[in-house]
């Protein structure tokens, strides 16, 4: 099974950026459908970014235009760049992953999740 770790959360202001990371514990690419969470205080998870096995990302309308995905397949990992953040961008973001075609890659059926970093937006 593989490991995913995620890192790069923090305390940002409003309008303000971080750089997310999810580094796995081994090849991802054309392996693992891969995709970022979010889950805000008190809320249920939601999905933010979905990527195929060859790198495509969609985006969850809530952060569309504003957050980016990327990655770095010879080094397993995964990023996501969040810019233009936004108070209601605080949650605990979680890396997930999954060998199975996801019918809905947004909702959190995935096998496989890191132990997700804490993303805080002051206004």
């Known amino acids: 099974q593989v490991h995913l770790v995620e890192s790069g959360g923090g305390s940002v202001q409003a309008g303000g950026s971080l750089r997310l990371s999810c580094t796995a514990s081994?090849?991802?690419?054309?392996?693992?459908?891969m995709a970022w969470f979010r889950q805000p205080p008190g809320k249920e998870r939601e999905g933010v970014a979905c990527i195929t096995l060859n790198g495509i990302t969609t985006y969850a309308d809530s952060v569309k235009g504003r957050f980016t995905g990327s990655g770095d397949y010879a080094k397993n990992t995964l990023y996501l760049q969040m810019d233009s953040l936004k108070p209601e961008d605080t949650a605990m973001y979680f890396c997930?992953?999954?060998?199975?075609?996801?019918?809905?890659?947004?909702?959190?059926?995935?096998?496989?999740w890191g132990q997700g970093t804490q993303v805080t937006v002051s206004s």
């Open positions: 081994e090849d991802i690419y054309r392996h693992y459908y």
């Open positions: 997930a992953a999954t060998s199975f075609y996801p019918d809905d890659c947004f909702l959190p059926n995935y096998s496989y």
